[in-house]
C-alpha cells in the first residue's frame, strides 16, 4: 500500500513523545521535581499539548524519573508504520454503519501513543460522543489484569505460581480433591482439567461466584490438572482470592493500589459502582444505532478477575504501554515474562478466527493472555466481549506496537481493526479485515 503524507491525525496525541507523557505525570505528582522536568522539556521541543482530558498519563512509578530522563535524551521522532490518515477514514466508516454505537482505538508504535480517537455515541441517538476519557467494560480483556497481577506479586517473592491452588483460593473445589494438585499458574492458563464455562450460566442465573468454585467439585474432570486448556471464568476468579490472601485486600483495591494507580490509568476500577461514578461511560447496547441500551448486569462483576474491569481507551492503551516493558517499576520483566510466557497449545483460537486464519500459525495461552503467531510475528493480546460491550488488545512486545479498541454493542465488526493495524506494522497486503467492501 503506498504511503501517503498524512494530515495530523484529528486527535492531540500525534507528536507526544514518551519523555513528554512522563515529565507531565511527574509534573502533577512530584512538585519538587519542577525544575528538573522544566530544563529537561527545553531541550526537547516536539510535542503538542495535550488536550485537557487527556493531559494525564503513565509513568508515576516511583523511580519513573530515571527512564523519563533517559527517553528526553533517546527523543528523536520515528516515522510511523501505521497511514493513521487511512485508519481514521476506516474507523469513520465503520463508526457510520448501523450495528456500531459507540467506539474508541488508540495505537502505540515504538512505546508511543500514535493515535488515539472516540467515534460515535455513548447512548444511541443522545448525541453524548464516545471521547477518549469515556469508560468502557473491558469484559475478559480483564484477565491479563489478574494474570499481571499474580505474576507481579510471585516476581516479589510473595508466592509461587507452582503453589497448589489450595494454598490461596479456599473457595476452590475440584472433582477428587484435584485443587491440592492444580497450581496458581493453572488456574491463570485455564488449566483446571474442568470443561469448558463450567458454571458461567449459574453465574449468569445470579448465583454467587464463591458458592459455584465449591461446587465444581461436583462435575467432572476432562483431564487432569495441567493437562489441558479449557476456558474458564467461575473457576479463573479463583485468581481474585489469591491476589487478596496475599496482599490482604479487596482485588478492586489491589490492583487499584498495586497496578492502575502507579501506571496513571486514572478511569480504571472493577466494579460496577466505578462505572456509574465514571464522568462519561458508554450504555450497553445489544443491537445497534437506534436500539435502546440495555441493562448493566452485574454477572461478571461478582468475578472480577475474570470480567470485571473498566477503563477508557487510554487507560487501555496505558496498560498496553506497560505490557511491553515500558513501566518496569510497576510491572517488572519478570512480571510480563511469566504472564506472557505460552503454557498451552489453544487450537481452537484458530478456528474461532478463522477470518485471519492466512495470517496466524499457531495460538497459546499464558496468564491470562493469548500468545499468537502473525505471519511470522510473536503478538500477545485477547479480546472480551460482555452483554453490550466488546474489547480488544493486541501488540508485538517486540517492536513496542500494538491496536486497542473498546465498543458498547455486540457486533464482531470493530475486531477487525487489529488485523488491519498488525498488516500496517509488518507492511503486509491490505486486506477488508472490517468488511467495509470499499476502499477508504
Known amino acids: 500500500m503506498a504511503a501517503e503524507a498524512p494530515p495530523p491525525p484529528p486527535f492531540s496525541f500525534t507528536s507526544l513523545r514518551r519523555g513528554s507523557l512522563n515529565r507531565r ?50 527523543a528523536k521522532p520515528r516515522p510511523n508504520k501505521v497511514d493513521y490518515a487511512r485508519l481514521d477514514r476506516l474507523l469513520t466508516e465503520l463508526s457510520s454503519r448501523k450495528p456500531v454505537v459507540g467506539l474508541a482505538v488508540a495505537v502505540v508504535e515504538d512505546g508511543e501513543i500514535r493515535f488515539m480517537k472516540g467515534y460515535g455515541e455513548t447512548v444511541s441517538g443522545s448525541g453524548d460522543p464516545i471521547t477518549t476519557g469515556t469508560v468502557f467494560r473491558w469484559a475478559s480483556v480483564s484477565k491479563g489484569v489478574a494474570g499481571d497481577m499474580v505474576a507481579k506479586l510471585a516476581a516479589d517473592g510473595q508466592l509461587s505460581l507452582y503453589d ?16 491440592h494438585k492444580a497450581t496458581v499458574s493453572d488456574i491463570l492458563s485455564h488449566q483446571l482439567g474442568l470443561f469448558a464455562h463450567a458454571n458461567d450460566s449459574k453465574l449468569e442465573d445470579g448465583m454467587d461466584a ?22 474458564q471464568n467461575v473457576a479463573y476468579d479463583a485468581a481474585s482470592e489469591v491476589v487478596e490472601k496475599i496482599t490482604g485486600q479487596p482485588y478492586p483495591e489491589a490492583v487499584r493500589e498495586h497496578l492502575f494507580e502507579p501506571l496513571g490509568m486514572t478511569t480504571a476500577s472493577a466494579t460496577r459502582e466505578g462505572l456509574y461514578a465514571a464522568r462519561s461511560w458508554a450504555k450497553p447496547h445489544q443491537g445497534g444505532k437506534g436500539s435502546k441500551p440495555v441493562e448493566v448486569t452485574d454477572s461478571y462483576y ?27 517499576d510497576v510491572l517488572p520483566k519478570k512480571a510480563l515474562e511469566a504472564a506472557h510466557t505460552p503454557l498451552t497449545k489453544t487450537p481452537g483460537e484458530l478456528g474461532r478466527l478463522r477470518i485471519a486464519r492466512e495470517r496466524l500459525n499457531s495460538a497459546e495461552y499464558g496468564l491470562g493472555w493469548r500468545i499468537y503467531d502473525y505471519s511470522g510475528h510473536r503478538v500477545v493480546g485477547h479480546r472480551g466481549g460482555v452483554t453490550g460491550y466488546r474489547s480488544l488488545i493486541l501488540f508485538d512486545p517486540q ?26 506494522l509488518y507492511g503486509l497486503e491490505p486486506k477488508d479485515w472490517l468488511k467495509l467492501e470499499n476502499n477508504i
Open 25 to 74: 505525570i511527574h509534573y502533577i505528582l512530584a512538585s519538587i521535581l519542577l525544575v528538573i522536568l522544566v530544563i529537561a522539556a527545553a531541550s526537547v521541543g516536539s510535542g503538542s499539548e495535550p488536550e485537557p482530558d487527556q493531559a494525564r498519563t503513565a509513568g508515576s512509578a516511583p523511580s519513573g524519573l530515571k527512564a523519563a530522563l533517559a527517553k528526553i535524551v533517546d
Open 164 to 179: 497448589p491452588a489450595s494454598k490461596y483460593a479456599p473457595s476452590l473445589r475440584l472433582p477428587a480433591g484435584a485443587e
Open 210 to 231: 464463591r458458592l459455584l468454585r465449591s461446587e465444581l467439585a461436583t462435575l467432572s474432570l476432562i483431564c487432569p490438572p495441567g493437562q489441558c486448556h479449557a476456558y
Open 302 to 328: 461478582r468475578v472480577p478477575a475474570a470480567g470485571g474491569i473498566n477503563g477508557s481507551i487510554k487507560d487501555l492503551a496505558l496498560w498496553m504501554i506497560a505490557q511491553m516493558g515500558e513501566m518496569p
Open 399 to 424: 517492536q513496542k506496537s500494538g491496536v486497542v479498541a473498546l465498543w458498547n454493542s455486540a457486533t464482531s465488526q470493530p475486531a477487525g481493526v487489529e488485523f488491519e493495524v498488525l498488516d500496517m
